[in-house]
C-alpha cells in the first residue's frame, strides 16, 4: 500500500487506514510537502506508532531531500520502532533547534516541561515562560485525564531562527473533546451538544469533564487567554472540528482532515511577543 501526502488534507488517508483493521502488510508513505511543522511531525509519528502495533511495516520517503534530511535527523522512524509499548526517550537532535519527539506520561510530565523550560530559556532569554509552562502542562494533563488514547500523548516542539518562532504541538489518538464532552454533559443529565459547541464549551473558564489532583482545573481557557493576550496564534483540531486562535479571536471551521480523530494542538510562540522577566533587584539590609 502507498500514500501520498501533498497536503494536511491528505492525513485523511492515515486516519482512515487507523480505523480499518489491517495487520502484517507494508505501508510506503511518500511525502510530496516541503515544508513539517510539528503538526505534520506528531501525525506521522501516531499513525507509524499504531500500525507498528498491528506489525505493519513502514516505510517513508519524501520528494524533497530537505525533508528527508529532516526526518532522518529527528530520527521519526527509530522513536516510533522504540515506543510501541512504553515510552522510550531518544537522545538530543543534532544540526537541528528542536527537542525530540516525546512520549509523555504522567510521571515523567514534569521532567519534560523542566527540560522544555530550558530548551525555551536557550532562545527566550530575559523572556517570561511561567505562563508558556503552565500552558504546556495544560495541555498534556488534558491529555491523561479526558483523551483516552491507546498509545498515548506526544510533545514536539522545534525553534525557527528566522521568524525567531518556537511552534509546540501536543497530540493524542483519543476520543477527541466533542465526545469527551458529551459523554460529560450526558452523566449530569444535560443535552448533547454539536462537536462545535463542545469546544467552545471547553474553552470557558474552569470547565473540565475531570478534577484530579494533576489537574490544573484551568482546562483550554488558560491557553486561550495567554496567547489571546500576547498576540499569538493556535490551532486545535478535535474529531471534525478545526478552531483557530488568533489575536482578534477565536474562529472554528470543518476539519480539513477527514477521519480524524483525538485531539492536536499547535502553539505558534512569537518570542518577541513574550512578556519580558522581570528583574528583581535583591537589597542589602544592615542592623
Same mark, same amino acid.
Given at each position: 500500500?502507498?500514500?501520498?501526502?501533498?497536503?494536511?488534507?491528505?492525513?485523511?488517508?492515515?486516519?482512515?487506514?487507523?480505523?480499518?483493521?489491517?495487520?502484517?502488510?507494508?505501508?510506503?508513505?511518500?511525502?510530496?510537502?516541503?515544508?513539517?511543522?510539528?503538526?505534520?511531525?506528531?501525525?506521522?509519528?501516531?499513525?507509524?506508532?499504531?500500525?507498528?502495533?498491528?506489525?505493519?511495516?513502514?516505510?517513508?520517503?519524501?520528494?524533497?531531500?530537505?525533508?528527508?534530511?529532516?526526518?532522518?535527523?529527528?530520527?521519526?522512524?527509530?522513536?516510533?520502532?522504540?515506543?510501541?509499548?512504553?515510552?522510550?526517550?531518544?537522545?538530543?537532535?543534532?544540526?537541528?533547534?528542536?527537542?525530540?519527539?516525546?512520549?509523555?506520561?504522567?510521571?515523567?510530565?514534569?521532567?519534560?516541561?523542566?527540560?522544555?523550560?530550558?530548551?525555551?530559556?536557550?532562545?527566550?532569554?530575559?523572556?517570561?515562560?511561567?505562563?508558556?509552562?503552565?500552558?504546556?502542562?495544560?495541555?498534556?494533563?488534558?491529555?491523561?485525564?479526558?483523551?483516552?488514547?491507546?498509545?498515548?500523548?506526544?510533545?514536539?516542539?522545534?525553534?525557527?531562527?528566522?521568524?525567531?518562532?518556537?511552534?509546540?504541538?501536543?497530540?493524542?489518538?483519543?476520543?477527541?473533546?466533542?465526545?469527551?464532552?458529551?459523554?460529560?454533559?450526558?452523566?449530569?443529565?444535560?443535552?448533547?451538544?454539536?462537536?462545535?459547541?463542545?469546544?467552545?464549551?471547553?474553552?470557558?473558564?474552569?470547565?473540565?469533564?475531570?478534577?484530579?489532583?494533576?489537574? =490544573?482545573?484551568?482546562?483550554?481557557?488558560?491557553?486561550?487567554?495567554?496567547?489571546?493576550?500576547?498576540?499569538?496564534?493556535?490551532?486545535?483540531?478535535?474529531?471534525?472540528?478545526? =478552531?483557530?486562535?488568533?489575536?482578534?479571536?477565536?474562529?472554528?471551521?470543518?476539519?480539513?482532515?477527514?477521519?480524524?480523530?483525538?485531539?492536536?494542538?499547535?502553539?505558534?510562540?512569537?518570542?518577541?511577543?513574550?512578556?519580558?522577566?522581570?528583574?528583581?533587584?535583591?537589597?542589602?539590609?544592615?542592623?
Amino acid at each position: 500500500m502507498t500514500e501520498i501526502l501533498k497536503s494536511i488534507n491528505d492525513y485523511f488517508k492515515l486516519y482512515s487506514i487507523m480505523r480499518k483493521e489491517l495487520s502484517n502488510i507494508n505501508i510506503e508513505l511518500i511525502i510530496e510537502k516541503s515544508f513539517l511543522e510539528p503538526t505534520d511531525i506528531l501525525i506521522l509519528t501516531q499513525f507509524i506508532i499504531k500500525q507498528n502495533q498491528r506489525n505493519c511495516e513502514i516505510t517513508v520517503s519524501a520528494s524533497d531531500s530537505n525533508v528527508l534530511d529532516y526526518l532522518k535527523a529527528i530520527k521519526i522512524v527509530d522513536f516510533c520502532s522504540k515506543n510501541i509499548d512504553m515510552a522510550t526517550t531518544l537522545d538530543a537532535i543534532e544540526n537541528y533547534t528542536a527537542m525530540p519527539i516525546r512520549r509523555v506520561e504522567e510521571e515523567s510530565m514534569f521532567s519534560y516541561i523542566d527540560s522544555t523550560q530550558k530548551y525555551f530559556r536557550s532562545f527566550c532569554d530575559g523572556k517570561d515562560l511561567s505562563m508558556l509552562d503552565l500552558c504546556l502542562s495544560e495541555l498534556i494533563n488534558n491529555v491523561h485525564n479526558h483523551s483516552h488514547s491507546s498509545i498515548g500523548a506526544y510533545v514536539f516542539c522545534q525553534y525557527y531562527s528566522s521568524q525567531n518562532e518556537i511552534k509546540l504541538a501536543v497530540s493524542d489518538l483519543g476520543i477527541g473533546i466533542p465526545m469527551s464532552v458529551n459523554s460529560f454533559n450526558k452523566s449530569k443529565n444535560q443535552k448533547e451538544l454539536s462537536s462545535r459547541e463542545c469546544v467552545i464549551w471547553a474553552l470557558k473558564e474552569n470547565m473540565t469533564t475531570k478534577s484530579i489532583p494533576q489537574n =490544573m482545573g484551568k482546562g483550554l481557557d488558560i491557553i486561550k487567554s495567554f496567547m489571546g493576550k500576547t498576540n499569538l496564534t493556535w490551532k486545535l483540531y478535535t474529531n471534525d472540528v478545526l =478552531m483557530n486562535g488568533y489575536p482578534s479571536g477565536i474562529k472554528y471551521e470543518e476539519n480539513p482532515i477527514s477521519f480524524f480523530n483525538g485531539t492536536l494542538v499547535q502553539l505558534n510562540i512569537k518570542i518577541d511577543n513574550l512578556p519580558d522577566l522581570e528583574i528583581i533587584e535583591s537589597v542589602e539590609w544592615s542592623f
